[in-house]
């Protein structure tokens, strides 16, 4: 396995793969790797020839008061499990390197970039869509792999990919949980015990919006109240949104139906978590 930290570098190991006749999957990622991100790995070399990931904490997704400094840093970790798992090149910029002195071009997905996170977390969509194009730009993958826990991320970056006509199949895996339906996250490491048991509260109204769907009802009114009665049982934890949205624009709906994206973000303590499901 190579370790790359320029674009010159990252663009001439592609470009080998490439000529090879090979096929180039990709999984970015943040680091703080967990099994969620193994997971993606996996499913890349299910249908890839060879397997690059990226390493990278990009400032420009994080609002000025929010976690850039205190984002868990696991380098030496994480490039063992990627090893282990048989990923070719692990691309590991520096902030210099993927946003050179006087860099002022960014991408911005209108409209979808402003729901859900977008809403509670100006600018991060920009920020997430500008350092993924770019990753896309410099790597060149085949496909590239995403988790479904990410959902408003993806449907940005389902819509930027169709717009920008970029070459490649952007793939979304399952959420990956813990035995008790908490689903794996980075920040999940910032939980205190009593936060950890807590957080459980977003699987659980997840579960019950699915529940009382199951059972007949598609009036979305009546399916969020179901799930702010679940959230209820942990008061100290901090609805940011619960909503069930069309999962592509993310619009809200009126009435559930197969396919609808229920997603939920909310603060455990000062670490905000999301979670999602699709009815």
Do not use: W
């Not at 090979?22 to 990622?29: I, K, S």
């Not at 063992?80 to 048989?86: I, P």
């Not at 002195?101 to 859900?116: K, M, N, W």
């Not at 990956?176 to 794996?184: F, H, K, V």
């Amino acid at each position: 396995m190579r370790v790359l930290s320029t674009v010159r570098d990252m663009r001439a190991a592609s470009r080998q793969v490439r000529q090879s006749g090979q096929a180039l999957g990709f999984v970015p990622t943040m680091g703080a790797l967990h099994a969620g991100h193994i997971a993606l790995v996996r499913a890349a070399r299910a249908q890839c020839d060879v397997i690059a990931a990226s390493i990278f904490v990009n400032p420009t997704q994080f609002g000025p008061n929010e976690d850039f400094a205190k984002y868990p840093r696991t380098f030496d970790q994480d490039r063992a499990l990627l090893e282990a798992e048989g990923v070719a090149f692990i691309f590991a910029p520096t902030p210099e390197e993927m946003y050179p002195s006087g860099a002022s071009t960014f991408v911005e997905v209108e409209g979808i970039s402003d729901r859900l996170d977008g809403a509670s977390r100006p600018g991060h969509f920009r920020g997430v869509a500008t350092v993924v194009a770019n990753l896309f730009h410099i790597v060149a993958p085949d496909k590239a792999f995403f988790g479904q826990k990410d959902a408003a991320q993806v449907a940005v970056l389902r819509r930027m990919v169709r717009d920008l006509n970029f070459d490649l199949e952007l793939i979304v895996c399952p959420t990956i949980r813990e035995p008790d339906g908490l689903a794996l996250s980075s920040r999940n490491r910032y939980l205190s015990a009593p936060e950890r048991a807590q957080a459980l509260v977003l699987s659980r109204a997840l579960n019950a919006i699915s529940a009382a769907y199951r059972a007949g009802q598609t009036n979305v009114t009546r399916l969020l109240d179901a799930g702010r009665a679940a959230m209820a049982a942990e008061p100290e934890v901090r609805i940011d949104y619960l909503a069930i949205v069309d999962p592509d624009t993310l619009l809200p709906l009126d009435d559930a139906a197969p396919g609808a994206l229920v997603a939920v973000a909310a603060y455990v303590g000062s670490t905000r978590l999301i979670d999602n499901i699709i009815l």
